[in-house]
């Protein structure tokens, strides 16, 4: 068995919160409309963080057609190709296209508008949002 030293340690614990995920949600035990929409602010801990990672997910998936994520910044998109989360899946992960972070727009600062919303929501989606992982540059 390998003893961690003290700097080991503290370098897994200072990498661990280098990194914040937020899931936000357009809707709950209705089902999906593109009416929904989904917000959240970057908090001061965050600022000059980047987006590293967005992830669609669902409690119940699509019966029919597939739902599309979009993901703004104080109304400017920052994906490139959006989410999809397609028919009978409940998540993105797996998907055909994966979406696309857009790094000239991948930058927050503190107070900075994020907002969830759909161009198509499917059918019978419930709990619908994007998880989104900010990672400190």
Same mark, same amino acid.
């Given at each position: %068995?390998?003893? =961690?030293?003290?700097?080991? &340690? +503290?370098?897994?614990?200072?990498?661990?919160? #280098?990194?914040?995920?937020?899931?936000?949600? %357009? /809707?709950?035990?209705?089902?999906?409309?593109?009416?929904?929409?989904?917000? *959240?602010? &970057?908090?001061?801990?965050? /600022?000059?963080?980047? +987006?590293?990672? #967005?992830?669609?997910?669902? @409690?119940?998936?699509?019966?029919?057609? /597939?739902?599309? !994520? $979009?993901?703004?910044?104080?109304?400017?998109? +920052? $994906? @490139?190709? /959006? &989410?999809? &989360?397609? #028919?009978?899946?409940? @998540? @993105?992960?797996?998907?055909?296209? =994966?979406?696309? !972070?857009?790094?000239? =727009? *991948?930058?927050?600062?503190?107070?900075?508008e994020i907002e969830v919303s759909n161009s198509g929501s499917g059918t019978g989606v419930l709990n619908c949002g994007a998880q $989104?992982?900010?990672?400190?540059?």
């Open positions: %068995m390998a003893i =961690q030293t003290d700097s080991e &340690i +503290l370098a897994a614990d200072v990498k661990e919160i #280098a990194a914040k995920t937020v899931t936000i949600f %357009m /809707n709950g035990a209705d089902s999906l409309t593109t009416a929904d929409v989904g917000y *959240d602010w &970057i908090p001061e801990t965050c /600022n000059g963080w980047v +987006l590293t990672s #967005a992830v669609g997910l669902c @409690s119940d998936g699509s019966s029919s057609g /597939n739902v599309t !994520i $979009l993901v703004k910044k104080n109304g400017t998109s +920052l $994906l @490139s190709t /959006n &989410i999809t &989360i397609e #028919a009978s899946e409940t @998540s @993105s992960r797996d998907a055909t296209t =994966q979406p696309v !972070i857009d790094t000239a =727009q *991948d930058d927050v600062a503190t107070g900075d $989104l992982t900010f990672t400190k540059p």
